[in-house]
């Protein structure tokens, strides 16, 4: 399916149509336990979710940080299991309606709410659209009565409405709508069966009828497996405020079934309010592609140099090109910037997440370079993160070397020339020098060094003026060639020594190791007290060699080695039994090998599974 803005109205649009059409489904449970009946139906949905996603699932899920465990556990919690139950909490003192017009409301919050937290002012478009259509699901359903009680759990679901589409939204790049909804969906069936375990009786499970059954596996199938993920695909496509505004729809579907079922009627007021929901929705979405006015003609701005290899200009006309469209156009770019800026591939995950946001809730028409805003952002948020985790650095097990990455995950490299001063800036040799800069100096280093930004644009990302610009840049290309030595990159030798290498090491061949070493070779282990390695940098060739010769003897049966392009040059992987173990990189000078890099620590092996 395209990533266009018709196909995302089309997917939340037709997840709404199905929640709205299956309150027949949700009638027919009420003598169901609801706890019990919750985790047949979230855990059925996850099966079959899981099934369809197959073993592309282990790398992404691999690959979530613990925060992100965090706001899934959260999401399905809230926006799922909370939900359900602040509904059912809410019609016990209230009537239906009530709680249905707090819900719908959840198109204004989120209208708000996103662009408030990413620091901008919200849409007027998507406001007033947020509104028609909170106005419009009031008139659909009414009013009626109610007390304290009542409008507590109304406002409950209201949030949990709110956070099933605003936690899903840093989760779901790296995840997608399919893996998301299995993974929330699971959490989900896990919680409820807690919950059943701690309420008892009434939570208990038992054989549903056929009826039940019925309601369940609709539920479980049509509106979990296949309305979820058309909803979390709508999000995908046209950012998470445009998408809730089509929850709108569901009281609309919800009374364009009714008569059909005998549970209620389709008059005058509900045409009114769907009318106005619809008014709503195409105000705010703003789904059709906007056109540049006759006789504009196209005006153009300068270039602006964005990288080595491109340079992006605005032309002045208007696309149509939704925001995750053009997010994922720059998405190696930026996560190119975060990776050389902090080192590890889960931080620099965060910050283009984080960038995500800040970009799903910006007004496109403020924005005339998405690439230069996207660096921008991400630059920013980059420092901001430096800065949180050099003291967890601080207390760091053993010296500390960056995360492995696979050399055509650091961004688009350039073209000509200059495609090996960009692969050098993600060398493990100059990342961990850069370790040493400031976060600003760091910034200006990646940027200009890595992605030949003119001194001028990177001021405008720092708000620092051209000139302190070129000083900080002055320092930092000073700092790194003092401390880093210039490894030869040839590929040829470099796997000839590396295989070399291997050769000595697993034949015990102490000699033959100390003709491919410099003599004052180092090895520097990272293992972060999590792994076997040395916690402390060996000096020497002599005492590199004896390490590595002890390490080879009592290496364990079934370790496997491969090859591979890790940090711009030849490295290998050692696994075992399929999970990646240690990796080790060579940096050559002269042709002898002058450092050796070995990778243990298990919690920065993890994105390497696939590898």
């Not at 009031?138 to 304290?148: E, I, K, N, S």
């Not at 369940?216 to 998408?243: E, M, P």
């Not at 990159?489 to 100390?514: H, K, M």
């Amino acid at each position: 399916m395209n990533r266009t803005p018709l196909h995302g109205a089309l997917c939340a649009a037709f997840a709404c149509f199905l929640v709205g059409g299956s309150f027949t489904a949700n009638s027919l449970l009420g003598d169901y336990p609801w706890a019990g009946g919750q985790a047949l139906r979230y855990g059925l949905a996850a099966l079959i979710l899981l099934a369809l996603v197959g073993r592309r699932a282990g790398p992404p899920l691999r690959a979530l940080t613990g925060r992100q465990w965090g706001r899934l556990a959260l999401l399905a919690a809230l926006g799922m299991l909370g939900f359900n139950l602040a509904i059912l909490a809410a019609e016990r003192t209230a009537e239906p309606a009530v709680p249905g017009v707090f819900v719908g409301c959840a198109p204004v919050v989120v209208a708000v709410l996103v662009p408030t937290l990413a620091g901008r002012r919200p849409s007027p478009a998507v406001v007033r659209g947020a509104l028609l259509v909170a106005a419009g699901a009031w008139v659909v359903q009414g009013w009626g009565r109610t007390d304290a009680p009542g409008l507590f759990w109304s406002v409950a679901a209201l949030c949990g409405e709110v956070g099933f589409a605003v936690l899903a939204v840093p989760v779901l790049p790296p995840l997608g709508p399919r893996l998301l909804s299995a993974v929330v969906s699971a959490l989900a069936a896990v919680e409820a069966t807690v919950v059943g375990a701690v309420t008892g009786g009434a939570g208990r499970l038992r054989m549903p009828d056929a009826v039940e059954a019925a309601a369940l596996g609709w539920q479980a199938v049509i509106v979990t497996v296949v309305g979820f993920v058309c909803w979390y695909a709508g999000i995908q496509r046209i950012g998470v405020q445009r998408a809730t505004l089509f929850s709108g729809l569901i009281p609309v579907f919800a009374a364009l079934t009714a008569p059909l079922v005998g549970t209620g009627g389709y008059g005058p007021a509900q045409l009114g309010g769907s009318l106005l929901v619809g008014a709503g929705v195409v105000l705010g979405a703003g789904v059709r592609p906007r056109l540049a006015r006759r006789g504009s003609g196209v005006a153009r701005t300068g270039a602006f140099a964005l990288d080595n290899g491109r340079v992006g200009g605005w032309d002045g006309r208007v696309r149509s090109d939704t925001a995750t469209e053009v997010f994922e156009e720059y998405r190696p770019v930026l996560f190119g910037v975060a990776y050389r800026m902090l080192g590890r591939v889960a931080d620099a995950e965060d910050v283009v997440q984080d960038a995500w946001l800040r970009w799903a809730g910006v007004e496109r028409a403020e924005v005339r370079e998405p690439r230069a805003f996207l660096v921008r952002i991400t630059t920013r948020l980059a420092i901001d993160r430096l800065r949180q985790v050099q003291s967890r650095r601080e207390s760091y097990v053993g010296p500390w070397l960056p995360e492995p990455l696979a050399t055509d995950a650091a961004g688009s490299p350039p073209d000509g020339a200059e495609r090996a001063v960009f692969a050098e800036t993600v060398t493990l040799a100059v990342l961990v020098v850069m370790e040493s800069l400031s976060p600003l100096e760091r910034a200006v280093f990646v940027l200009r060094e890595a992605f030949g930004y003119p001194y001028a644009e990177i001021g405008a990302v720092l708000d620092r003026s051209e000139a302190a610009v070129r000083q900080l840049a002055g320092r930092a290309r000073r700092h790194v060639e003092e401390g880093s030595p210039r490894y030869e990159v040839d590929p040829e030798q470099q796997r000839d020594l590396t295989e070399r290498f291997l050769a000595a090491a697993a034949g015990d061949d102490l000699a033959g190791l100390l003709s491919l070493l410099a003599a004052d070779a180092r090895l520097v282990g990272d293992s972060g007290g999590k792994a076997k390695a040395p916690l402390r940098i060996i000096e020497s060739a002599d005492k590199v060699a004896r390490f590595l010769l002890g390490v080879a003897k009592s290496m364990p049966a079934g370790l496997e080695f491969t090859l591979c392009a890790l940090n711009g040059g030849l490295a290998v992987l050692a696994h075992q039994d399929g999970v990646p173990d240690t990796v080790i990189q060579l940096g050559v000078q002269d042709g002898r090998i002058r450092t050796v890099y070995i990778v243990r620590n298990p919690d920065k092996l993890g994105a390497l599974a696939t590898r």
